[in-house]
């Protein structure tokens, strides 16, 4: 709505949008703050901004890429990312040399893929605060504890494999077989 | 611990390794029906077997790709979808004879990438029941258009395009940037 100039929005237009009601909408923004305006209903680029502050997104998060198979790969041309400030800074690799071919053929810019011993150095240079973790997964847990020892932040984890960290690190998994039994459950009880 | 011949195991073990307490073990296995013995505990083969009945894992769930860019030969050579009973037995895309250098190089055998216009035949043929979609978002509604024509009965959409279906049909989505705001959200707040 900010995009195309929309200058407020009601609780009404936004419980539609959403396909929730307009009570709901209400109380879910009241819970953060005073967004709205009474007979009037929201700022679009003041309830944007809240929004953002809200869930983290108000600033560039700067994040790196371990492990430059497929997936890797496919990370580092993922578009939508850019949409919300995820900004891959860095690329790592076991074997720079091997992977680096491949993925320049894909991305519009040959991406630099740097070894994996360099992450420490290359975190704070770069202010890297998330690891996207792509590796084999018997390789995870010792990638894992190199990103904790560079002093990044968090793990988006994709590498089938329980990995550790310690408390207070940010580490969530994607695992693709776990969303897969989420729809096979859905398909058998459907 | 059916794989390492263990045949017996109590609520306390597998709420150890759950990381939860063993009222809340049996309290959740009981919901669904009577699997332990008590004074015994319970009969792990039976047990895991009750579950996967449950969860929808006790059959082989036949699935195709669709869209062979990075991501889609990220998921052909996923193995740990094996490990579930998850078989990818087609591959399309719009254009194969592009792609198909590329993902026979990182598979062990040849696979044989077929075009799109043919997903009616062989989803019919190899009785495929679950598709997932790694095309480009603006491919992403067309496809799930042909998909449910085909008579294919689920999706897992890595397109990051928000996409309709009939309803009684099943979707999920993996949006790799929501998972991140997510991450984003913990790390603001910790």
Request: charged share 20%; glycine share 8%.
């Amino acid at each position: 709505m900010d995009q195309s100039g929309e200058k407020v929005v009601s609780s009404a237009q936004l419980a539609s949008k959403c396909m929730v009601n307009p009570a709901q909408v209400r109380k879910d923004l009241a819970y953060f703050g005073e967004f709205g305006v009474r007979g009037v209903g929201y700022y679009v680029k003041d309830l944007l901004n809240s929004i953002k502050k809200i869930l983290g997104l108000n600033k560039e998060w700067r994040m790196a890429v371990i492990g430059i198979g497929n997936l890797g790969s496919a990370l580092l041309s993922y578009k939508d990312f850019l949409k919300q400030n995820y900004k891959i800074v860095a690329a790592f690799d076991i074997d720079p040399p091997k992977v680096i071919g491949r993925v320049s053929e894909k991305l519009g810019k040959p991406v630099e893929i740097l070894h994996i011993s360099r992450i420490k150095e290359v975190a704070k240079e770069r202010n890297i605060e998330i690891a996207l973790i792509t590796t084999p997964p018997s390789e995870a847990q010792s990638v894992a504890n190199l990103v904790v020892e560079a002093g990044i932040r968090g793990i988006l984890n994709f590498a089938p494999a329980q990995i550790t960290v310690p408390e207070g690190f940010v580490l969530k998994d994607v695992f693709f077989t776990n969303i897969l039994d989420n729809l096979a459950y859905l398909l058998s009880n459907s």
